[in-house]
């Protein structure tokens, strides 16, 4: 059975950081591309950021760039993503999707999605 599952969020005050962590279950991660998401209440969706199954391409939104770092674990079967210098606004639920490695890594087509983790920055 396929799943997805998002961990390490909470509360944490303006300038913390804190690490989400997304743990795959039936399938491996390191034949996927990998995406994290955000949706803020009373916004939309957004990527975040996304690495792909080679971990040779990694993208960052520019309001997330050069705070926040994606990496694998393949011996863990895990994707993180290291959230430092966190801001108010990166307030939101953070959800994790991923989709088969050919035809490319990119936001677009995620097939599998997480439930997510909620993430609080506030002082």
């Known amino acids: 059975q396929v799943q997805i599952v998002e961990s390490g969020g909470g509360l944490v005050q303006p300038g913390g950081s804190l690490r989400l962590s997304c743990a795959a279950s039936g399938f491996s991660l390191n034949t996927y591309c990998v995406g994290w998401f955000r949706q803020a209440p009373g916004h939309k969706r957004e990527g975040v950021s996304y690495?792909?199954?080679?971990?040779?391409?990694?993208y960052y939104a520019d309001s997330v760039k050069g705070r926040f770092t994606i990496s694998r674990d393949n011996a863990k079967n895990t994707v993180a993503l290291q959230m430092n210098s966190l801001k108010p606004e990166d307030t939101a639920t953070y959800y994790c999707a991923v989709k088969p490695a050919p035809g490319g890594c990119s936001f677009n087509g995620m097939g599998y999605w997480g439930d997510g983790t909620l993430v609080t920055v506030s002082s």
């Open positions: 690495i792909s199954s080679s971990s040779d391409t990694r």
